[in-house]
């Protein structure tokens, strides 16, 4: 078997790699501090097809495989995990179910502008009492007709304050247990659908995510995505995709994203590291060295996280997981 790159993952690769160093890197500590959503950076991913990396050029993508996606989330999750997470939300949680589930006349009206970055989308599954568990949804979608009637809240959404559209999953048949389940595609503009103010998370803060309030909203038959109860399979499937490029704590979660994030830490650390021994001394070396220490602290956090990742294969819970998880994570749950 050949391991080798081909000279078109090479050109992904090295694509992204400049655009990460030069336009995303210099932006990505501000980004963070000011809790910034970077549409100037979004934009740029846009014109450079990152938004859509593995989506077929007929549906307005880049048209490249999977390990040239994996290879571009890498260089950006180095230069800054925020942008990392806008990126991977559009391509894994919102291109990828639409391609694989949406009739063509959907794919036509909201593929095409999402894999060429003209529109930005969110992918609504939990909910404030539905986070593992996602067959616990409360979010309940009633026929009206030919329509439907949507009621609900969702919650951590990635991208939900910035999205144009959103993949939404919704009970319409609680006695039918997970088979219940069915997903709409939902433009955020429609009338009753409201995203909350941005959640103070620990980190990544530039890509902003919030809850999203569903009051009586009306969405039509078309807008179902895949077939009505088949929504719990459209999540499982995409976070089964979602976890080789998405920052996600289980199986195969976060893999190239935290190896970027581990690559841009460590390049970080060992930059920090050569100041000390080279630069100060006395008093300030003893000074330095207890801020250097504070400030590494997160990398190594980041670091921690990369190994826990790496070996923890297999999900289920670590002291971690729970740490960085919904309520945790976000401080006091949106
Ligand atoms: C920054 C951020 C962004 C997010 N973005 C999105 C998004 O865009 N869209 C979206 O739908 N959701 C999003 N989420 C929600 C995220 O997917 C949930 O946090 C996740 O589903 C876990 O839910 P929870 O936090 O309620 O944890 P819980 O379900 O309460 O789990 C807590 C801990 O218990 C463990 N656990 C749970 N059940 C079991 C079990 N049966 N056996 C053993 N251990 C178990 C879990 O592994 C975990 O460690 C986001 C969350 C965060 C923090």
Known sequence: MDFDLTDEQRLVQKTAADFAKNEVLPKAAEIDRAHRHPKELVARMAELGLLGVAV??????????????????????????????IMSVNNSLVCDPIWRFATEAQKQDWLVPLAQGKLLGCFALSEPEAGSDAAAQKTTAVRDGDGWVI?????????????????LFTMNDRAA????????????????????????????????????????????????????????????STLDG????????????????????????????????????????????????????????????????????????DGGTDEVDQFVDGEGYVGGGG
């Open 151 to 167: 009621q609900g809240t969702k919650n951590w959404i990635t991208n939900g304050p910035v999205a144009d559209v959103c993949v």
């Open 56 to 85: 077929p050029e007929k549906w307005g993508g880049a048209g490249f495989d999977t390990v040239s996606y994996v290879l571009a989330m890498e260089e950006i999750s180095r230069a800054c995990a925020s942008t990392g997470v």
């Open 242 to 313: 979602v976890r080789i490029g998405d920052n996600g704590r289980d199986r195969l979660g976060g893999r190239c994203q935290r190896v970027g994030q581990f690559r841009g830490g460590l390049a970080q650390l060992l930059q920090t590291c050569d100041g000390l021994w080279t630069g100060a001394h006395g008093l300030q070396i003893c000074d330095c060295l207890v801020v250097k220490f504070l400030r590494q602290l997160h990398v190594m956090k980041i670091v921690r996280q990369f190994f826990v990742g790496l070996f923890h294969l």
């Open 177 to 236: 247990g997970h088979k219940g389940i069915t997903a709409f595609i939902l433009p955020m503009k429609t009338k009753g659908v409201r995203a909350g103010k941005p959640d103070d998370k620990m980190g990544i803060r530039g890509s902003q995510s919030s809850q999203i309030f569903l009051d009586d909203v009306r969405l039509p038959a078309d807008a179902v995505l895949g077939e009505v109860g088949g929504g719990f399979k459209v999540a499982m």
